[in-house]
């Protein structure tokens, strides 16, 4: 493994280098199942915030078809 800041090779368990002092970003290992669950609840989150703004229009609609009637 090298270094993030200088480049040099230092072991990969090191969290700081011992050249330059620089902390060591560690890449994390994501699974494929995180990855899809992540995907599908931010699918679902979507569907839900428009089917809210949906229902907002609905009522603002109906509302405003009253005030017309008046």
Do not use: D, W
């Amino acid at each position: 493994m090298y270094c993030n800041q200088c480049g040099k090779e230092i072991n990969k368990e090191m969290r700081f280098c011992p050249f330059c002092g620089a902390e060591q970003k560690r890449r994390m290992l994501v699974s494929p199942t995180f990855l899809k669950k992540k995907k599908l609840k931010k699918k679902h989150k979507e569907k839900a915030r428009k089917e809210k703004q949906r229902l907002i229009n609905q009522t603002r609609n109906k509302i405003v078809q009253k005030n017309l009637v008046k």
